[in-house]
């Protein structure tokens, strides 16, 4: 069943209501069935070429009370329209986010500034866990600088509601009483549809598809949150719920489906957030991720400076580096610092399309000028001290 | 003669005089002449390797009055605080800086903070001659809305001075009354040492050197703005004057002088800078580099935001992407735009590293939030309407 596009049915007065539904894909026939959702009358429609674009499914936890009223999970335009009449409609006090991901952070940093008191639980020992441990913790920092009570190692059990309505929050530690909950407890492709019809599905449930975005079933092709992706680094096949891959894959299948020829390589993990002033961004592997492959690795972490430290606003950057042992091969990076830190990621970023070694990017002719970087950039500068250690 | 360096003799307080002066290098007997400059003595000291790091001297013409005060060229720590000096002890008003490069431009700025009135005269038909002209357009309107007075297609015929101070600027057509004279002129390695010695000089009299940054002459190394780069777009010998490319000269250099093995394998033309809120960046060859290269080219233009359309200080970005016709090589980009357009050049540099086709560019897993970026990079949007093009 898609449903979860229904819930973007109304976009602050503007109609966006779902009207039909696919309930059933018949690859064989190759035609799909079909109700109106008003009127509840069901059709089969044929097609040439079909392209599944289901998206993804936030992690919802069936706990004692997680039905209850103000337990929002943030991951449509209309759940999070939801919780923002809420948040105006209720003078929520206390907050609690449980899950220390992008959502989670993000949440966390918009309630803190709607003047409410958050508490973040997270059952992993850092914040992050697409970043390294001492990277996370650097997260950790900055969202108790920014005013967030942080537990870590602390799983969520369960919820104590009244009236139907959530009155706190029950971990394996304490229990936090709370006005509202924020769960960002991550993903997993929405498939059941796919998986139904007989299509292959691949890591952690999201439908195979090769270089073009063809399934599996001759016609059928899927691109988004549902689909599977390609990791560069690891060259294994992957799979990541961010728009940025979405918006590609769509765009390759597009082209496919439009009778062209595209491909989409694959990813090398990249993201970005901001925690308050805080920047955070990571692309490639990890050193868990790196551990379970078997690659052996050197990483270097350095702290520079994002502009000149002379120019006004210069603010601290931390940056790591991994590179495979041996060859140099960079792995991946990580980047926690003040203005200016995030975007830098892309230099990693392309350095791993282009399978660069630490030593090929010691030479990169990056730009320098004191309001933007120090002559040499910090992210070179992680590389060079990488480079050492191989 | 290294006379330059001596300019640093005093740093606010601080003694960086320069005691000695090298003359003369007498390659075939290892041996250099030194002058000890207070007592006027002359030695002869013997080397085993030599590395010359001469840099570079700012072009200053030989026109009527150009010998006069209050007219500063800007290229040493000691220019620039005499500069200071100068703007501190007298009441400048009027200011004229001559060059429209990025120290002209960074002189307009400052000059304008410091309540002076500006005027920028430039021989050439725009600003920034390393931008094309449609970009160098958007370099100078910025100009103009921080508050300088633009005259471009205008040369310096000379000065009219008073008791020896300047008080005007002439040029072919029109006379400036000022109070203050900045010359911008760009520079020329400082290589008549070298050149004296017969050590080989290359492009615009720079000293020849290979990968290593080896001279011509067995035990003799150069680096920094009086040696040749390579560029590695046009692959052709090069020359360019930034700290940055000195900095990695350097370290390469140092690292081989020192029994170690390093090599610098070139630049793109990487350079930002800034214009009141507006950032320009460059990197890889322009359109006048490809037609002397006799290269053809396509290139895209577009407009985009530096984060999400939505977000709080979104701003513009100008972005031109420039692509071998036919192969779709990556030859080069310039942006011009608000907080956070400059460093997306590193994209584009680290790309033409990698000699990536602008098809390849357009699957790059470049960081994407509200705050940095749109969904697709602007970098990559020019990319794709590039690649339309071929």
Redesign the interface.
């Known amino acids: 069943m898609i449903r979860s596009a229904e819930r973007f049915r109304e976009k602050e007065g503007i109609d966006v209501r779902i009207r039909h539904e696919v309930e059933e894909i018949d690859a064989a026939g190759a035609r799909v069935r079909v109700r109106q959702l008003e009127s509840g009358s069901v059709s089969w429609e044929s097609y040439d070429k079909l392209l599944i674009a289901t998206g993804a499914l936030p992690i919802c936890p069936e706990l004692p009370g997680s039905d209850a009223v103000r337990i929002c999970g943030i991951n449509t335009l209309q759940s999070g329209l939801e919780l923002r009449r809420l948040l105006d409609a209720e003078a929520a006090k206390t907050g609690v986010v449980v899950g220390g991901g ?1 959502i989670g952070l993000e949440m966390a940093e918009a309630l803190v500034r709607r003047g409410i008191e958050v508490t973040l639980v997270d059952r992993s020992p850092q914040l992050m866990g697409t970043l390294d441990e001492e990277m996370g913790e650097l997260v950790s920092r900055a969202m108790r600088d920014f005013g967030v009570t942080v537990h870590l190692k602390e799983s969520l059990t369960g919820f104590e509601t009244r009236e139907g309505k959530v009155v706190g929050v029950v971990t394996d530690k304490r229990s936090l009483p709370v006005d509202i909950v924020i769960l960002g407890l991550g993903v997993r492709p929405n498939t059941a549809l796919a998986a139904a019809a007989g299509i292959p599905l691949g890591v952690k449930g999201a439908i195979r598809v090769n270089e073009r975005m063809q399934t599996g079933v001759a016609g059928i092709w899927a691109a988004g949150d549902c689909a599977e992706s390609f990791h ?1 680094v690891s060259r294994r096949p992957f799979y990541i719920a ?4 979405a ?2 894959q769509g ?1 390759v299948a597009g082209i496919n489906l439009g009778g062209g020829y595209a491909t ?11 925690v308050g002033q805080v ?1 955070v ?1 990571r ?1 490639g592997l990890q050193e868990k991720e790196l551990r379970a492959l078997g690659i052996e690795w050197v990483s270097a972490v350095i702290k520079s400076r994002t502009r000149a430290g002379y120019f006004p606003g210069s603010g601290e950057i931390t940056v790591k580096v991994l590179a495979e042992k041996g060859s140099g091969r960079l792995l991946g990076g990580q980047i926690v610092g003040m203005e ?1 830190s ?6 990693l ?6 399978d ?1 070694t630490v030593a ?1 990017m ?8 004191p ?3 120090p ?3 910090p992210v070179v500068i992680a590389a060079r001290e990488a480079e050492k250690l191989l």
Do not use: C, M, Q
């Open positions: 992008y560069l961010l728009g940025t891959v918006n590609r765009r989409f390589p694959g990813v090398t993990g990249t993201a970005v957030t901001k920047e961004a692309t200016g995030a975007k830098r990621i892309d230099t970023a392309t350095a791993l399309h282009a660069f090929e010691i030479n990169l002719d990056l730009g320098y000028a309001p933007f970087s002559v040499w950039d």
